[in-house]
């Protein structure tokens, strides 16, 4: 598609959002009764959506034509974020089929073709119950691929830190206090390691005086990077006459010169070509010798490659999106310190294996986390007056307390920001949580209670009197935040709010905290009271909700049958559109509402992604609109083409399968990526440009009659149907 071409669309779908947002969303503003508990701390996410495009790549879409100030855009953005608010739709219940979208809209990341007929003749109620037991659903398939593609994520933090050694620990082995790997790969990548951190650390004369590293000229860079290709080139050579099981022994047996030259100058189809003989293991190995003196990043972009694979493919959909709400709500940034090594641990053994249990157990499971004591720092809490910072005089340190974790666990983990404490209850929680740490975390260390640096004494918090009783004190502190009416409350309304609406019905939330406190604090049971309440089985709140970033890129993928591979271009597109995983700096995640993901960059990007999917231009990604087409019709029902179109809401309609080749291209494609629900805005703009000739049309002098048979033609109006406003909700 040429760019002219695309810039056409562009503009048209600026002005068509326009449109139906101007005469379909309900300006009303949510009543105050609906404010979260908490807003008044909420500031806007920090996002990269708003900022200029990037250069177009064969892997990246081109740059939006149309202005990001256009009133059109603007228009088009804050009238989805008002229809996600508006209170002023129809009550009536939901129909099977609406029910069975409606389920799959919010507890997976987008039904996949023919899903929604299958759900609908299942029973909703009854694909719930399923897939709130995921360990009864066969997942084998994505487990396999998972273990294969991403072979670090399955390993304990201090596995990861002793295979994939940051500086710190490279500098234990120049020391003389850490040993070189037994096994001699590990060790070939240590020597090359060590060789960079020497070769960037500053060196002793004959004096003991710091001499910095030499600093090479422009002409000298140029000639060592001639000098390394023509090395990297010669190491390939002699790698590619091996049998594959022997070229990595080969290769860390080379001159540590050589080694680090290759690694970083491999030109790309050599490199692809020796990658996919590697074993997993080896490509981990690999990538982590092409990295300077620090290989502790290794396992952040399997990762983030792991978290959309999963979002696309697993069958356990609900634990995964479990999974995704619960990691956002108790949320650590996975680039502070020893993070990048606690977080896949994090991710596994806390997040996602208690997601649909019991609050207070998921609590515990997270406070007692290395991960989550190094991001808010209570394992450098000290106390005042602990053994630690008392000397033998009675004396005191300089060392303190640090309240990160103790306000947050209040602030955003339970009681919300109007839960009702006060900075001295802070104060005493910190205190009470003084001890909770980490053990060696720079070796990848368990959590520990240290009573050392524990406060002695007792303390007042929360209007009660907790006796010096050490670790016990946390322990019951964290019991009574988690059995909190205060708590229930909070997270019934997080979970309303990501379920059902940005501002959930009060009353639902009354029920569903209700619930929670009559259960211990059990998520299954929350959730089954928001499934069977007439709130959520309402068309009220039937398609309401925008679509994050996250949410929008894995329901492309799964809506259309697409296998998310290579994931990093999953991940690239999601750092593009300011959802960088794992990657939220502040401890309240990032924010699910419609204002902070619908702005007029944001629309466009979407479709900009939406037409560089379909055309192939997504890092190789393939894409097969006939195979779509395909699948939709199978999944879909006959229609007789003397049917008439369904009225849904007042401009909304179900087309019928009649006209043109074209036309039934374009009903099958709604029916099946926008579930039916399609207004006459929207219906009449994605007639109109599929019936236009495409370029390769134009330049062959092809009527538009004969546009169904172009494969441009297809592509074009699945990209379209993507980037739609439907398709933006869910």
């Known amino acids: 598609m040429r760019i002219a071409h695309r810039n056409s669309i562009l503009a048209a779908f600026a002005l068509f959002a326009f449109t139906f947002t101007a005469a379909h969303a309900q300006m009303a503003a949510p009543p105050n009764g609906n404010m979260q508990p908490g807003d008044a701390q909420m500031q806007p996410q920090p996002s990269d959506a708003s900022a200029s495009p990037a250069t177009p790549t064969d892997s990246q879409p081109a740059p939006s034509v149309v202005p990001p100030t256009s009133k059109a855009g603007h228009a088009a953005a804050q009238a989805l974020v008002d229809k996600a608010k508006s209170t002023h739709v129809s009550d009536t219940p939901l129909n099977p089929t609406e029910r069975?979208?409606?389920?799959?809209?919010?507890?997976?990341?987008?039904?996949?073709?023919?899903?929604?007929?299958?759900?609908?003749?299942?029973?909703?109620?009854?694909?719930?119950?399923?897939?709130?037991?995921?360990?009864?659903?066969?997942?084998?398939?994505?487990?396999?691929?998972?273990?294969?593609?991403?072979?670090?994520?399955?390993?304990?933090?201090?596995?990861?830190?002793?295979?994939?050694?940051?500086?710190?620990?490279?500098?234990?082995?120049?020391?003389?206090k850490q040993p070189y790997p037994s096994d001699p790969i590990e060790a070939g990548l240590y020597e090359m390691l060590a060789f960079k951190r020497n070769t960037e650390m500053a060196h002793k004369d004959a004096n003991g005086n710091d001499?910095?590293?030499?600093?090479?000229?422009?002409?000298?860079?140029?000639?060592?990077?001639?000098?390394?290709?023509?090395?990297?080139?010669?190491?390939?050579?002699?790698?590619?006459?091996?049998?594959?099981?022997?070229?990595?022994?080969?290769?860390?047996?080379?001159?540590?010169?050589?080694?680090?030259?290759?690694?970083?100058?491999?030109?790309?189809?050599?490199?692809?070509?020796?990658?996919?003989?590697?074993?997993?293991?080896?490509?981990?190995?690999?990538?982590?010798m092409a990295s300077n003196a620090n290989a502790s990043g290794i396992a952040i972009p399997e990762m983030q490659q792991a978290k959309m694979v999963r979002a696309v493919l697993s069958e356990q959909q609900?634990?995964?999106?479990?999974?995704?709400?619960?990691?956002?709500?108790?949320?650590?940034?996975?680039?502070?310190?020893?993070?990048?090594?606690?977080?896949?641990?994090?991710?596994?053994?806390?997040?996602?294996?208690?997601?649909?249990g019991k609050f207070h157990d998921l609590l515990l499971a997270t406070a007692e986390s290395p991960a989550m004591m190094v991001y808010l720092d209570n394992n450098s809490s000290i106390g005042p007056d602990s053994p630690s910072n008392t000397s033998k005089d009675g004396k005191h340190g300089t060392r303190g307390l640090n309240e990160n974790y103790a306000r947050e666990v209040m602030e955003l983990h339970t009681l919300s920001v109007n839960g009702g404490y006060t900075q001295?209850?802070?104060?005493?929680?910190?205190?009470?949580?003084?001890?909770?740490?980490?053990?060696?975390?720079?070796?990848?260390?368990?959590?520990?209670?240290?009573?050392?640096?524990?406060?002695?004494?007792?303390?007042?918090?929360?209007?009660?009197?907790?006796?010096?009783?050490?670790?016990?004190?946390?322990?019951?502190?964290?019991?009574?935040?988690?059995?909190?009416?205060?708590?229930?409350?909070?997270?019934?309304?997080?979970i309303a709010q990501r379920f059902v609406a940005d501002n959930p019905p009060p009353a639902l939330v009354d029920r569903m905290a209700?619930?929670?406190?009559?259960?211990?604090?059990?998520?299954?049971?929350?959730?089954?009271?928001?499934?069977?309440?007439?709130?959520?089985?309402?068309?009220?709140?039937?398609?309401?909700?925008?679509?994050?970033?996250?949410?929008?890129?894995?329901?492309?993928?799964?809506s259309t049958g697409t296998d998310p591979s290579p994931a990093y271009a999953l991940v690239d597109t999601m750092r593009q559109m300011g959802m960088s995983l794992y990657q939220a700096l502040p401890p309240t995640g990032?924010?699910?509402?419609?204002?902070?993901?619908?702005?007029?960059?944001?629309?466009?990007?979407?479709?900009?992604?939406?037409?560089?999917?379909?055309?192939?231009?997504?890092?190789?990604?393939?894409?097969?609109?006939?195979?779509?087409?395909?699948?939709?019709?199978?999944?879909?029902?006959?229609?007789?083409?003397?049917?008439?179109?369904?009225?849904?809401?007042?401009?909304?309609?179900?087309?019928?399968?009649?006209?043109?080749?074209?036309?039934?291209?374009?009903?099958?494609?709604?029916?099946?990526?926008?579930?039916?629900?399609?207004?006459?805005?929207?219906?009449?703009?994605?007639?109109?440009?599929?019936?236009?000739?495409?370029?390769?049309?134009?330049?062959?002098?092809?009527?538009?009659?004969n546009a169904a048979n172009s494969t441009d033609t297809l592509n074009r109006t699945a990209a379209l149907v993507m980037g739609s406003p439907e398709f933006q909700m869910r």
């Open 100 to 176: 069975a979208q409606q389920m799959l809209n919010r507890f997976t990341f987008g039904p996949r073709p023919g899903e929604v007929q299958a759900v609908a003749a299942m029973g909703a109620q009854k694909w719930f119950e399923q897939q709130l037991h995921p360990d009864m659903i066969n997942d084998k398939a994505l487990d396999k691929r998972i273990a294969n593609d991403y072979p670090a994520l399955a390993l304990t933090p201090a596995q990861l830190i002793a295979d994939f050694p940051s500086a710190r620990n490279i500098d234990y082995v120049l020391q003389g």
């Open 211 to 288: 001499v910095p590293p030499p600093v090479l000229t422009n002409d000298q860079l140029a000639q060592k990077k001639v000098a390394d290709q023509a090395t990297a080139a010669r190491v390939a050579g002699a790698l590619f006459v091996l049998p594959k099981q022997q070229r990595m022994p080969a290769l860390v047996k080379m001159p540590v010169e050589d080694r680090i030259a290759f690694a970083a100058y491999v030109s790309g189809d050599q490199k692809r070509l020796l990658l996919a003989d590697f074993t997993p293991r080896e490509r981990e190995i690999f990538s982590a």
């Open 318 to 356: 609900l634990q995964e999106v479990m999974t995704d709400f619960w990691f956002n709500h108790f949320n650590i940034y996975i680039n502070k310190d020893s993070d990048q090594y606690y977080t896949p641990a994090y991710e596994r053994d806390v997040i996602r294996a208690h997601a649909l």
């Open 424 to 494: 001295a209850d802070v104060t005493q929680l910190a205190k009470i949580l003084t001890g909770w740490t980490v053990d060696h975390p720079e070796f990848g260390g368990p959590f520990l209670f240290n009573p050392k640096t524990h406060e002695p004494g007792t303390k007042q918090w929360l209007g009660q009197t907790v006796k010096e009783d050490g670790q016990n004190e946390g322990l019951h502190a964290l019991e009574t935040l988690a059995a909190s009416p205060k708590t229930a409350h909070f997270i019934s309304w997080l």
């Open 514 to 558: 209700k619930t929670y406190l009559s259960t211990d604090g059990d998520i299954s049971a929350v959730l089954r009271t928001l499934v069977a309440s007439p709130e959520f089985n309402s068309h009220r709140y039937f398609r309401n909700k925008v679509k994050t970033p996250m949410e929008f890129v894995a329901s492309t993928f799964r």
């Open 590 to 705: 990032y924010y699910i509402t419609a204002e902070q993901w619908m702005n007029s960059v944001a629309l466009i990007d979407r479709l900009n992604f939406a037409i560089a999917l379909t055309s192939g231009k997504v890092n190789g990604i393939k894409f097969d609109t006939p195979k779509l087409l395909a699948m939709e019709l199978m999944a879909q029902p006959a229609q007789t083409p003397s049917r008439q179109a369904k009225v849904v809401t007042a401009s909304a309609v179900t087309p019928p399968l009649q006209g043109s080749g074209t036309d039934m291209v374009v009903t099958v494609l709604e029916n099946g990526l926008l579930g039916g629900g399609v207004s006459a805005q929207t219906n009449n703009f994605l007639h109109a440009q599929a019936n236009q000739p495409t370029t390769q049309d134009a330049a062959n002098s092809m009527p538009p009659a």
